[in-house]
């Protein structure tokens, strides 16, 4: 379903869900856990190989190397969310809990260049239930990110909606 187009669409309480169905589970759950995986098969293989642990110390380069990766796997799968669009809130979801977070509350909205167009980061301020920071990879990530900025089209929707709330509140209009 693509972002709707006005504040309109976005007003009958539905969740319009801005993250992909497929590759956000895939990035939370799957990739990690077989990351973790071929990190204890590799464990386990050279102790039953050489009959006890291995010796980080030999590992050198490699060994700072998947150490690194693996800190990256943690942290980039700790802050990747589900994010959708509901009224004049973000819906952000663990899949494990959900937290309705209202626009004014968004901070800013970035690309991010390590994967750009493809990743999407979101500041809250004060911090909300998830943290100061959340990512997610939008629908279709890899073709949209051809033509154009899906930081760019959240960050419309939420100045549509603040602008328009700003002109109703001058004139008590809840």
Do not use: C
Request: proline share 6%; charged share 15%.
């Amino acid at each position: 379903m693509p972002i709707p187009e006005s504040n309109s669409d976005r007003s009958d309480g539905r969740i319009h869900w801005l993250s992909g169905a497929i590759v956000t589970p895939l990035n939370m759950f799957v990739f990690p856990f077989l990351w973790y995986a071929f990190l204890l098969t590799a464990v386990v293989f050279i102790t039953l190989k050489s009959g006890h642990l291995p010796d980080v110390r030999k590992f050198g380069f490699y060994g700072v190397w998947l150490g690194a990766v693996t800190l990256f796997v943690l942290w980039q799968s700790s802050r990747m969310k589900r994010v959708g669009i509901a009224g004049g809130e973000l819906v952000v979801s663990s899949y494990f809990r959900e937290e309705r977070i209202p626009f004014k509350q968004v901070a800013a909205v970035e690309s991010v260049w390590w994967y750009w167009r493809r990743l999407v980061r979101i500041r809250f301020s004060p911090p909300s239930g998830f943290g100061e920071t959340v990512y997610y990879i939008p629908k279709w990530a890899a073709l949209v990110a051809l033509y154009s900025n899906p930081a760019n089209q959240l960050r419309l929707i939420i100045s549509e909606y603040q602008s328009e709330h700003q002109s109703l509140a001058k004139w008590n209009v809840p």
